[in-house]
């Protein structure tokens, strides 16, 4: 490629550079909330900044780009989610010690643990809602659903919460 050509592609780029680049820290905050390890979350928002390049043409201006470049975030960690919990189930690795918690530590990692024991969908709900601080309806939006069952399912996810983690509930 002449350097000719290199900018006419980096100038045709711009558009789509302008429109995901500020959109990335929250793509990754989601991807740690979903994967919890840096390493995969930085692969997981990567591949899904190409993939949401090689789809741009399909992208409708004047739609919310966040809601559409979060989606293919989220999807792309679903995807590791699974490949991971595949390749598990066929070589079982050794468990790995936590280091040890100070009293300060602990109700946030039991927090943690609680958000990992939840089904993926009711994760995703809350990192969407509490982490990234989205409306619902852009919550919605992101899971494939209207604003009010947005809502349903934080506050369906938040109840089970609180059953994991009794100190959450304010009724207790």
Not at 150 to 171: F, Q, T, Y
Request: hydrophobic content about 45%; some cysteine; aromatic content about 8%.
């Amino acid at each position: 490629m002449t350097a000719l050509e290199v900018a006419a592609k980096a100038h045709q780029d711009r558009p789509f550079v302008d429109l995901v680049a500020p959109l990335v820290p929250a793509a990754q905050r989601l991807a740690y909330g979903m994967l919890q390890n840096p390493h995969e979350a930085e692969d997981a928002v990567q591949e899904a900044t190409f993939k949401a390049w090689r789809g741009f043409n399909r992208f409708q201006e004047g739609s919310n780009a966040r809601a559409w470049f979060l989606t293919i975030v989220a999807n792309e960690c679903r995807q590791r989610r699974r490949s991971r919990w595949w390749s598990l189930l066929r070589v079982a690795e050794p468990a790995v010690e936590e280091p040890a918690a100070t009293q300060a530590d602990e109700s946030s990692m039991d927090l943690r643990r609680a958000l990992g024991r939840l089904p993926a969908g009711m994760k995703l709900a809350l990192v969407l809602r509490y982490y990234l601080d989205l409306p619902f309806d852009e919550v919605g939006h992101v899971l494939g659903v209207g604003e009010k069952a947005a809502k349903a399912r934080v506050h369906r996810a938040l109840r089970r919460l609180r059953v994991e983690i009794p100190e959450l509930n304010p009724d207790a």
